[in-house]
């Protein structure tokens, strides 16, 4: 307004009118303190906002200092097309990452070298930062108990839309059963079922095909070493999705792959 008013007003108010095409205006030189003035002013104002941009910085990278005791470090790996969380004890989760209340907890974010670029961006607990295959992000954040919202960030391929997951913040005391539990059952189907839930259901179906065959009466699901060569080296258009998994977590998807019937579920 500022800007475009003023300059509509000198456009009136020094128009050429009746005056000729060929006459100049008054010639004037020199006026010492209006151009000690530009220039000052701006420099001043820099300076103001450059020193304040400075003296904030350091307390925005830096996690707020805690004891080691109550801080815990969670690794989250993003890949076509799932949020895997990998936990302090060696447990891990797929889709939901739980995570203690109230205290520090710092992220190392990263994708495999065989994968590609994607962003794990919880928007409630922070900004984007980019999951670089071959190189790891750090982040933190600290938050009140609740659930918050996960997406990829990235568009990273046919399923980038459907690449969400879930932040449950839970008292400690919670967190730790959790993870406890996960590593006591790691061949289990409760983690199978995760697996299959987040990890497979992003391409497939049973019974119909979606982005790839429909899974449904596949024998593959019952063949431990069958289905161990597709998820780690990848076939056709589909991705080495479980390239780095453990050999419980296969353990634990067979184990429930085995109990699908040929037309249960979607
Ligand atoms: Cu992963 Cu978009």
Redesign the pocket.
């Known amino acids: 307004m500022l800007v475009e008013g003023v300059l509509l007003a000198f456009v009136i108010r020094y128009r050429r009118g009746k005056r000729a095409r060929a006459a100049e205006g008054p010639q004037i030189h020199g006026a010492v303190r209006l151009e000690i003035g530009w220039t000052v002013l701006p420099v001043v104002i820099l300076a103001a906002i450059g020193s304040f941009v400075f003296y904030k910085l350091p307390g925005i990278s830096n996690a707020p200092a805690a004891s080691a005791a109550d801080q815990s470090s969670i690794t989250i790996e993003?890949r076509?097309?799932y949020w895997m969380f990998h936990y302090p004890n060696g447990a891990v989760s797929f889709g939901t990452m739980v995570a203690p209340a109230n205290e520090v907890v710092h992220e190392a974010i990263y994708s495999p070298d065989n994968d590609?670029s994607?962003?794990w961006w919880v928007p409630n607990l922070g900004g984007q930062v980019d999951t670089i295959p071959g190189r790891t992000n750090e982040t933190w954040f600290q938050a009140p108990p609740g659930t918050y919202i996960a997406r990829?960030?990235?568009?990273?391929?046919v399923q980038?839309a459907l690449?969400t997951a879930h932040v449950r913040v839970v008292p400690r005391s919670e967190y730790e059963q959790f993870i406890a539990q996960r590593k006591a059952d790691q061949r289990g189907v409760t983690l199978g079922k995760e697996e299959f839930d987040y990890v497979c259901t992003s391409c497939h179906r049973l019974n119909e095909t979606y982005i790839g065959p429909a899974l449904g009466g596949n024998p593959l699901l019952k063949d431990r070493k069958g289905i161990e060569d597709i998820l780690r080296r990848g076939v056709g258009k589909m991705p080495a999705v479980a390239s780095d998994w453990t050999e419980a977590q296969i353990d634990a998807l067979v184990n429930y792959t085995k109990t699908l019937k040929k037309t249960s579920g979607g």
Do not use: D, N, Y
Request: proline share 0%; net charge negative; glycine share 14%.
């Open positions: 993003g076509q097309f590609v994607h962003s990829c960030a990235e568009l990273c391929g980038h690449m």
